[in-house]
């Protein structure tokens, strides 16, 4: 097979020389005409009479100052000869004026400020020319004066013309001699790329010369490599006649290439294989071959060798023109060897699969077998731990039962593993507050962080969406994860989630339902994590590092198994980490934010509890006392209400009461000590669960809930919901269940605000809110007298916790926020900027009032 050879290169040079040699010639005579439009310039320069005009103005500006000079020195002067050589003087000018070349001078420096000047003269020496021979008489004098002074500004017009039309008359000259050496080098130029021309020329004849020695070798080559090609190459004609079969097409169809040239090649090939792939066949109406495989690159088809066995091949077939006629060259390669290695592959492959699907089942089933003598045991040691022990029988019991719990902790971890091997993960969203789940998961982890001295708080970044739709227990079991593992190496340091809402309303229009993503990030400010493990941290089995990893304990799977519950709930998660500052873990999930449905925010209607109990509140703050009290007895449970610790203690020791809820902060005496004193005594309740609570509890204050023998901590403002929880878990035995903190950022919480609606009916709720907002104004009008003394303070901040407990009944956050700020400034005597942070207090106020007010009634 051979090529033509090439000349396109050759004759593409030859037609740039050409039309760079024409480019030339057209510029040669561009230049013809601009240099005979230069000398006629040049020519016609000498007819211009500015320069004469200017002459001539000076002239007739020293004619007219001698006739004033010669007017004021004779007895009577000859003031017409006066008025007639100003008159030829502002002829001049005005000629000046009206010549057409006088823009070209103007710009010159020195040239406008002489020529305003001499205009000026004569517009206010007109006036004297006109007038009386008397008023002419009497100014000879100044035109004297003003004319002598003028003669320099005349002369400078005169001399700054006459070098501005020399310069132009040099410049003129340069652009001739520019162009003329211009034309002499196009002219050079012209000449060389007819000299190239020429030698292009010889070129040519040359290589036509030496083209059929070119053609020759080509040939050869062609004929080498075709040869000792590996692929198959077989050379058709339009219609897929064969005219090339090569050594290796003969090896691999078993057939010489002269047997193969009396074939079309679409004998070698399965008919089933050709279907799609009809090449060979020439379209309807056209000329073009009809070739689907043609230029798509390589396909895989069953051919056929002569002796009948069909085998894979993999071709590629591409159009060529031999400077005749189209040709089809089809490049192929026997693939039977690939073909059956990939199946082996396939095969071994689908086998590891049963094998890990195996193992993954095996895992599910031990790790539930194992879990059951272990809960059993668990159990024992439970009911081993209530029997009499000797200390030390205490002691070992203890530390079987801790092992036992690491023991299930570990195999909770391999079942979840193998559950999510096994794919039998599922993930059920719901309504979920996620406020108050973070929140369970903080309080959980509490007493860990108390072991490191690690601080642990949460919040959300931006605005607060707390009723969102996913899988409260699956999100449980990754924020613990990595929360544990946070506080695990984080001792002495601190550890907060924070939470971020982000997205857009769905297109369907109903601004309840958001397509949102939520971030949670895990900070801590631990030991960190090196860069080369970060990609690792969510492998199964890895631990930071193996001395480290046995020191903290741990089987390495949290974090892989936190992985994968985030990946089936369509989310990701990652890791940032600087060695020696601190980790952040991230995780995004698609949400949708909802509102609370009846079941799952626990709508705070009336609903009877599983048992009616007996109950003591002690509350200072009357609408507190009386929100909580009223829920409660809806609910059929007997409440007896008192105002301080001290009655509150009275009513414990001469009354057995199933749970006591007890004010923190309190008049005559705290919850504190009112609580100690319960435990202390002999009293009929000094067994019940002491619930603490409190709208503005520090971490120091939580330590101090325990000291005082309490049993569980509530944070205001309380709801049914909250109620029930409290009264289900201490009639169950179970610890009280902790709340989560109202959102400071929130100007009104109206679903909690709905919620104590229904809970008291609108009468108790109307009138409960009508003396809040009496309290509010009074308190506020009491705070604008500025700085309060010591004394006063302590009965102004009683007075703002006690409307910051109100203010949570109805759900007021940011108001409720504000006020314990300011009882926090009253208590600790800060009054730097206190008119500021009151006025602050009072627009809170204001913009509460308003949120509040629209509310119908029912809501």
Request: charged share 25%; with cysteine.
């Amino acid at each position: 097979m051979s090529r033509v050879l090439d000349l396109t290169q050759p004759r593409r040079f030859g037609a740039v020389l050409a039309g760079f040699a024409a480019v030339l010639l057209v510029m040669a005579v561009l230049l013809s005409v601009e240099v005979r439009t230069n000398l006629r310039r040049l020519a016609s320069a000498s007819s211009e009479n500015v320069q004469w005009t200017l002459s001539q103005m000076e002239v007739e500006m020293l004619e007219f100052t001698n006739a004033v000079i010669l007017a004021t020195t004779t007895g009577t002067p000859d003031l017409e000869r006066v008025r007639l050589e100003f008159d030829i003087l502002f002829n001049r000018v005005q000629t000046l004026y009206g010549s057409p070349f006088l823009h070209q001078i103007v710009a010159e420096r020195n040239f406008r400020g002489s020529l305003n000047a001499t205009q000026r003269f004569l517009d206010d020496t007109v006036p004297l020319m006109d007038g009386p021979d008397d008023r002419l008489r009497a100014a000879l004098p100044d035109l004297v004066r003003q004319a002598s002074d003028l003669r320099l500004d005349v002369r400078k017009l005169a001399v700054v013309a006459l070098g501005h039309f020399a310069g132009q008359s040099d410049a003129r000259r340069e652009d001739v001699a520019d162009t003329l050496i211009r034309l002499a080098v196009l002219a050079i130029l012209l000449v060389a790329a007819l000299v190239g021309l020429v030698i292009y020329m010889l070129g040519i004849y040359r290589q036509t010369r030496d083209r059929g020695a070119a053609l020759a070798r080509l040939n050869q080559r062609m004929n080498t490599i075709l040869a000792t090609s590996l692929d198959g190459v077989i050379v058709t004609d339009r219609d897929g006649q064969v005219l090339e079969f090569n050594e290796a097409a003969q090896r691999i169809f078993g057939m010489d290439a002269a047997e193969a040239r009396r074939h079309r090649i679409d004998v070698f090939f399965a008919p089933e294989s050709l279907r799609e792939f009809d090449f060979g066949r020439t379209a309807p109406g056209g000329s073009e071959p009809e070739a689907p495989i043609v230029g798509h690159g390589r396909v895989q088809l069953d051919a056929t060798r002569a002796d009948g066995t069909v085998f894979p091949v993999e071709i590629a077939i591409q159009s060529a023109f031999d400077g005749k006629d189209d040709l089809l060259v089809a490049f192929l390669r026997d693939i039977s060897r690939r073909v059956a290695d990939e199946k082996e592959l396939v095969q071994a492959r689908d086998r590891a699969l049963a094998g890990e699907q195996a193992k993954a089942s095996f895992l599910t089933v031990m790790s539930h077998e194992i879990r059951t003598p272990l809960n059993g045991l668990l159990g024992n040691l439970a009911l081993l731990q209530g029997s009499d022990l000797t200390p030390e029988q205490g002691q070992f019991v203890r530390n079987m039962d801790i092992s036992g719990k690491v023991l299930m902790r570990h195999v909770d971890s391999v079942l979840d593993l193998a559950r999510f091997e096994a794919g039998k993960a599922e993930i059920t969203p719901r309504p979920t507050n996620l406020s108050n789940l973070v929140q369970n998961v903080i309080d959980g982890q509490t007493g860990l962080a108390d072991h490191n001295a690690t601080t642990l708080d949460w919040h959300w970044v931006g605005p607060p969406a707390p009723w969102l739709r996913l899988d409260p227990a699956a999100l449980e079991q990754v924020l613990l994860n990595l929360l544990g593992n946070a506080l695990k190496f984080t001792p002495r340091g601190q550890v907060k989630i924070e939470l971020e809402l982000s997205g857009a309303v769905d297109g369907a229009g109903n601004g309840t339902q958001r397509s949102d993503t939520l971030e949670i990030r895990v900070i801590d400010t631990g030991q960190g994590i090196p860069e080369a493990d970060l990609h690792r941290v969510f492998e199964d089995f890895v631990t930071r590092d193996v001395s480290f990893g046995r020191l903290t304990g741990g089987t390495g799977l949290g974090l892989g198994i936190a992985r994968r519950i985030v990946e089936a709930m369509g989310g990701e998660i990652g890791v940032e980490s600087t060695l020696g500052v601190g980790s952040v873990f991230w995780l995004r999930l698609p949400v949708r934010r909802v509102r609370p449905g009846t079941d799952a925010d626990g709508a705070d209607s009336p609903a009877p509890a599983a048992r009616a109990l007996d109950i003591l509140v002690v509350e200072d703050n009357e609408i507190n006392r009386d929100v909580t009290c009223q829920m409660l007895r809806r609910d059929g449970h007997t409440v007896t209400c008192t105002s301080n610790g001290m009655s509150g203690m009275n009513h414990a020791h001469n009354h057995r009461f199933d749970v006591i809820l007890m004010d923190i902060s309190m008049p005559v005496m705290d919850g504190f000590q009112a609580a100690r004193n319960i435990r202390n005594s002999d009293g009929a309740s000094r067994d019940s669960p002491i619930i603490a609570v409190s709208a503005n509890v520090l971490q120091q204050d939580r330590h101090e809930i325990e000291r005082a023998g309490m049993n569980g901590f509530l944070a205001k403002p309380l709801t049914g919901t909250q109620l029930r929880d409290l009264i289900e878990a201490i009639s169950s035995g179970a610890p009280a269940p902790a709340a989560a903190r109202p959102d400071a950022a929130t100007l009104i919480d109206t679903q909690h605000l709905h919620a104590t609606r229904t809970g008291l009916g609108d009468d108790v709720f109307d009138g409960l809110l009508g003396r809040f907002c009496t309290e509010t104004d009074t308190l506020l009008s009491d705070l604008v007298c500025g700085p309060p003394a010591p004394e006063r303070a302590k009965v102004l901040a009683a007075r703002c916790h006690k409307s910051a407990g109100s203010a949570a009944v109805f759900g007021l956050n940011r108001l409720r926020n504000a006020l314990l700020q300011m009882e926090t400034a009253l208590k600790t005597g800060e009054t730097r900027g206190f008119d500021t942070q009151v006025a602050r207090l009072g627009n809170v106020w204001d913009e509460s009032r308003a949120a509040l007010h629209p509310q119908p009634p029912g809501m």
